[in-house]
């Protein structure tokens, strides 16, 4: 068996993830590597599926769904090695891609985020037939002569490379969201303080695309509240100052009430993510925060 890598850590966030942990688990060698998966308190098997075949995995039971930067914060501060991995239970990448992005880390010590291409997959039965980079990608290759590494202003969540060294200076991930805009959040903090954000060319991450948890309609509505609304508007006040969100606010309310609006009137009904993102971005505009004061997600 090879040694354990000691200057890496693997940390996944689960939620309900029993029908793809295993297969995201066993495409990362986790006897190779310290790897935490945080679970957000599933009420599926996730947790046993990990106990009974992944017995070096260090398991964190959260007593409540904390998001994922909370979350994966809980693993970074328990963590002593050189790099971390923040890895989606629905994303692959290679060993040999892991290894060589933390050996270009190390050689460039002033990246704090590194991240390879991302590809989305095609699934057929529980296995990726083909892959294809993604649009974002896709203009990068266009506009740009072919190097081994491109600078970037964003590296995605699903998998992003964590230089500690930095990040224990600048902070880990912002514990005011509880679901979207955090990685792009971080990487704009890590650009503001010097370093630089990178994508590998020549590594991949693979994105397969289908739904990493079992949610409830409720579930799902609390994720638009987030994702179309409030995170946005966070994110904004924090490049750009709360003035400017709130009046993003404002300009966000006034187009979500005309598309309800229009929806109503054609077809007597508004739809769930329309709906949750102007519920979140008036919560936004009226000072509320993304958690409650019992520290249970808003929406």
């Known amino acids: 068996m090879p040694s354990q890598n000691t200057n890496l850590t693997i940390i996944i966030v689960t939620y ?5 942990i295993h297969n995201c688990l066993s495409n990362i060698s986790p006897e190779n590597n310290e790897v935490f998966v945080v679970d957000n308190n599933s009420s599926d098997t996730t947790v046993k599926i990990i106990a009974d075949n992944f017995k070096t995995v260090k398991i964190i039971k959260n007593p409540t769904n904390l998001g994922f930067g909370r979350a994966n914060n809980i693993a970074l501060s328990q963590t002593k090695n050189n790099f971390a991995l923040i890895l989606n239970v629905d994303a692959q990448i290679s060993p040999d891609d892991i290894k060589k992005t933390i050996e270009i880390m190390s050689q460039n010590p002033d990246i704090a985020i590194a991240g390879g291409v ?76 010097g370093y630089k954000t990178a994508i590998i060319n020549d590594t991949k991450l693979l994105h397969i695309g289908s739904s990493s948890s079992k949610i409830s309609t409720k579930e799902s509505e609390k994720i638009y509240w987030h994702k179309l609304g409030w995170s946005k508007l966070y994110y904004t006040q924090k490049v750009h100052g709360k003035l400017i969100a709130k009046l993003k606010a404002v300009r966000m309310i006034v187009k979500f009430l005309i598309i309800c609006g229009k929806e109503f009137a054609l077809n007597h009904k508004i739809s769930n993510t329309k709906l949750q993102g102007l519920r979140g971005s008036m919560a936004y505009f009226i000072g509320l925060k993304a958690f409650d004061e019992n520290n249970q997600p808003r929406g």
Not at 16 to 20: P, W
Not at 142 to 167: D, H, R, V
């Open 16 to 20: 309900n993830s029993e029908a793809i």
């Open 118 to 193: 991302v590809h989305n997959c095609v699934v057929e039965n529980n296995k990726i037939i083909s892959s294809y980079p993604c649009q974002k990608n896709l203009e990068q290759y266009t506009n740009e002569t072919p190097q081994p590494i491109y600078f970037n202003k964003f590296i995605t969540g699903a998998g992003m490379f964590l230089n500690m060294k930095i990040m224990r200076k600048i902070g880990f991930f912002d514990e005011e969201f509880f679901l979207y805009c955090e990685d792009n959040e971080i990487c704009k903090r890590a650009i503001k303080n």
